[in-house]
C-alpha cells in the first residue's frame, strides 16, 4: 500500500493531477500554522481522501500513509489569490473584445458567441454588461499562470470574469486539475463591478458619473424585475409574461458585490454607493486603506487588498514632479494592511498582476516590515479571504474535514531566503515545476 502511495504522489510530482481523494498521506514532525489557532510545533497532518483527517502534536499516523518528514518544514493552509485571473482568459466581455475576433482558446466557442450575438437580446441591450458569465465555465488548466501560482505556494484563486462594468460571477477554484470541473470549489460566489471609464461605442456612459449612474439603472431594474416575477408567480392569469433577462438574473444571483477604491475619496463613495444599492460589499484596491481604515471600520466592509504597490510610471515624464499626496501614498501604501488589522477591518491579499514566486513574496514581506504582524499576514492569505466570500467551513485553516490545502515551506513563510518544499491541492503533493507556455490547439 506505501508503494502505491507513494507512485500516486510522484505522478503528482511530475504535475499529472490526480482526482481529490488519491491516497492518504502524513507529514509527521512539521511545525504547523493552522491560521485558525496557535502554532503547533512537532506535530502532525493526516490527509485521507483530498480532505484533512488530523492535525496535532499526538494525531497517529495511520500504517498505510505515505510518511513525509516534517523536520525543519514549516506547514500552512493553501494560499489564497483573494481577486484572481489565474487560470481565466484575459477578457470575456463585449466591451473588450471586437466582434470579429476569434474565441480565446480558454473560452467554450458557445459561450462567446452568446456574449456577443444578439441572439436573445445579449449586452447590446445592457451595454458592458456579462454579469451571467461564469469564471468556472472559462478556467483553462493548460495556463501557465497556475504552474507559476503553485510556485508561489498559492493553491485556490478566487476569479473573476473580466472586461466589464458587470464582469460576471466569481469562482473559487484550486489551481490545479486535469480538467477545470476537478478545479472548482465554489461557483457564483460574487459580482464585479469594474469602472473602465470609456464609452460603449462612443455613447452612454462615457465618465465615471456616467457607469455609476449605469449601475444604479441596473438595481432599480432588479428591483422591478424582481416584484414582477412575484406578481407574475403569485397568479399569472390576465398578466403579461415578464421577460426573461439573463442580465439581471446575473446580478440577483450575486452574493455580494465587488466594488473598486484605492484612494479615499474612492473608499468612502464605494462604501457609500454599497449602503444605497443594499448590496453586500467588498473593495478591492486598497492603495490609500491606511487612510481609509476608519471608514472600512464603521461600515463593517472588508477590503482587498493589492499586493502591485503603488510605484512610479517607468516611462513618465521625468520633468512632471508627483503631488506629495502620490509620493506618500506610494510611500505608504504598504501600511495599509497593519492599519485594518489595527482597526479591525477584515482583509486579504490579491495579487493584482503580480505573478514571479519571488515578486510575491517581496510585496506581501513590504507589509510585515511596515508594521503587519506575520500572524496576521497569514490570515490575510488563508482564512480570511475564505471569511469573506462565505468559504470558510471548507478552506483557510489547517482543521480536520476541511479541503487538503497546504503550502510546505522550508524556512519562514515572510523570509526572502524560504523555499517552497511542495503544496498539497485537493489532498495531491505537488513539487515546484517549470514554468512552461499554455498548450495550444492545432
Not at 29 to 37: C, D, K, T, V
Not at 128 to 144: E, G, H, I
Not at 217 to 237: E, G, M, N, T
Not at 363 to 374: E, H, N, P, Q, T
Request: glycine fraction near 10%; hydrophobic fraction near 45%; avoid cysteine.
Amino acid at each position: 500500500m506505501t508503494k502505491l502511495l507513494g507512485s500516486i504522489l510522484l505522478l503528482a510530482v511530475a504535475g499529472v493531477a490526480q482526482p481529490p481523494g488519491a491516497g492518504v498521506f502524513a507529514i509527521r514532525g512539521a511545525h504547523i500554522h493552522p491560521a485558525s489557532g496557535p502554532a503547533l510545533p512537532n506535530a502532525n497532518v493526516v490527509v485521507r481522501n483530498g480532505l484533512i483527517e488530523a492535525v496535532g502534536p499526538n494525531v497517529p499516523i495511520p500504517p498505510e500513509a505515505f510518511v513525509v518528514e516534517g523536520a525543519g518544514l514549516q506547514v500552512y493552509p493553501g494560499l489564497i489569490d483573494a481577486l484572481s485571473t489565474w487560470g481565466l482568459p484575459a477578457a470575456t466581455g463585449r466591451a473588450a473584445t471586437p466582434a470579429n475576433a476569434a474565441p480565446s482558446p480558454a473560452t467554450p466557442a458557445v459561450l462567446e458567441r452568446s456574449i456577443q450575438t444578439l441572439e436573445d437580446g445579449g449586452p447590446e441591450e445592457r451595454p458592458s454588461n456579462s454579469s451571467w458569465v461564469r469564471a468556472a465555465d472559462l478556467l483553462d488548466p493548460r495556463q501557465a499562470a497556475l504552474t507559476a501560482a503553485r510556485n508561489a505556494g498559492y493553491t485556490t484563486a478566487i476569479g473573476f470574469p473580466s472586461g466589464n462594468v458587470f464582469s460576471g460571477q466569481g469562482s473559487a477554484y484550486n489551481v490545479a486539475g486535469a480538467r477545470s470541473r476537478q478545479m472548482v470549489i465554489a461557483d457564483g460566489i460574487g459580482q464585479m463591478i469594474t469602472f473602465p471609464v470609456r464609452g460603449f461605442g462612443g455613447g452612454f456612459p462615457g465618465s465615471l458619473m456616467g457607469i455609476i449612474a449605469y449601475i444604479r439603472q441596473i438595481y432599480s431594474d432588479v428591483d422591478h424585475y424582481r416584484a414582477s416575477q412575484a406578481l407574475y408567480a403569485k397568479d399569472p392569469r390576465g398578466l403579461p409574461r415578464p421577460p426573461y433577462d439573463r442580465a439581471l438574473d446575473g446580478v440577483i444571483a450575486s452574493p455580494r458585490l465587488l466594488l473598486p477604491a484605492g484612494r479615499l475619496a474612492e473608499i468612502d463613495r464605494m462604501i457609500r454607493f454599497g449602503q444605497e444599492l443594499k448590496q453586500p460589499l467588498v473593495l478591492y484596491g486598497g492603495a490609500e486603506a491606511f487612510r481609509g481604515a476608519p471608514l472600512l471600520a464603521a461600515a463593517k466592509v472588508p477590503m482587498l487588498i493589492n499586493l502591485r504597490w503603488p510605484e512610479a510610471e517607468r516611462d513618465g515624464d521625468p520633468f512632471v514632479k508627483d503631488s506629495l499626496r502620490v509620493l506618500e501614498t506610494r510611500d505608504l501604501a504598504p501600511t495599509g494592511p497593519a492599519a485594518l488589522a489595527k482597526a479591525g477591518v477584515k482583509f486579504a491579499f490579491y495579487s493584482g498582476g503580480v505573478e514571479r514566486p519571488a515578486d510575491l513574496r517581496k510585496a506581501i514581506k513590504k507589509a510585515v516590515d511596515a508594521g503587519l504582524s506575520k500572524d496576521e499576514a497569514l490570515r490575510a492569505l488563508t482564512l480570511y479571504p475564505a471569511q469573506i466570500f462565505g468559504l470558510d467551513n471548507r478552506l483557510g485553516s489547517l482543521e480536520p474535514g476541511k479541503i487538503a490545502n497546504l503550502t510546505v515551506i522550508a524556512g519562514d513563510l515572510f523570509d526572502d531566503r524560504a523555499k517552497l518544499k511542495f503544496t498539497v491541492i485537493d489532498g495531491v503533493k505537488y513539487e515546484p515545476a517549470p514554468e512552461t507556455a499554455p498548450e495550444t490547439n492545432r
